[in-house]
């Protein structure tokens, strides 16, 4: 344990436990929980887990901004700049994350209007509810 100390750091290493909580929290609600919004709350804790895991993997303590400006040598700003690929990387996925998460959002209102519940097993279970597709053939029929 020591040497993962010498190697990562404590706030490395905190974010990194922070990160397994996030996804370990995530994948529960969203295995294991049966309303369809818990299970989309779960699904974007797994998301902010993942992406503060790839934070916490690029962080460099005492690392400045990445920005190299006039006078800074190329060495010294190789060796002290943070990475900027994993703060590019998670940018990206907070963007790709939100939009995901509102068609979830907007498929289950749509789950709702249909069947009147947010259950999964109960709208997975439903048999006695028309597909769309019998439903519009039924129509075709009349």
Do not use: C, R
Not at 5 to 24: C, E, H, P
Not at 40 to 60: S, W
Not at 76 to 103: D, M
Request: aromatic share 10%; no cysteine; net charge negative.
């Amino acid at each position: 344990m020591t040497d993962i100390l010498l190697i990562l750091g404590d706030t490395q290493l905190m974010s990194l436990f922070t990160a397994a909580a996030f996804i370990v929290v995530g994948l529960f609600a969203a295995i294991f929980l049966d309303n369809i919004i818990k299970k989309i709350i779960g699904i974007a804790f797994i998301e902010e887990g993942a992406n503060l895991f790839i934070v916490a993997l690029g962080y460099k303590a005492g690392g400045v901004v990445p920005i190299f400006l006039p006078g800074m040598s190329a060495d010294w700003f190789a060796a002290n700049s943070a990475y900027p690929l994993p703060q590019a990387l998670v940018l990206t996925s907070i963007v790709i994350g939100a939009s995901t998460l509102a068609v979830m959002l907007a498929i289950s209102m749509v789950l709702y209007k249909k069947y009147g519940t947010l259950s999964a097993s109960e709208i997975l279970g439903d048999k006695k509810t028309q597909t769309l597709a019998e439903k519009n053939a039924g129509d075709n029929n009349e």
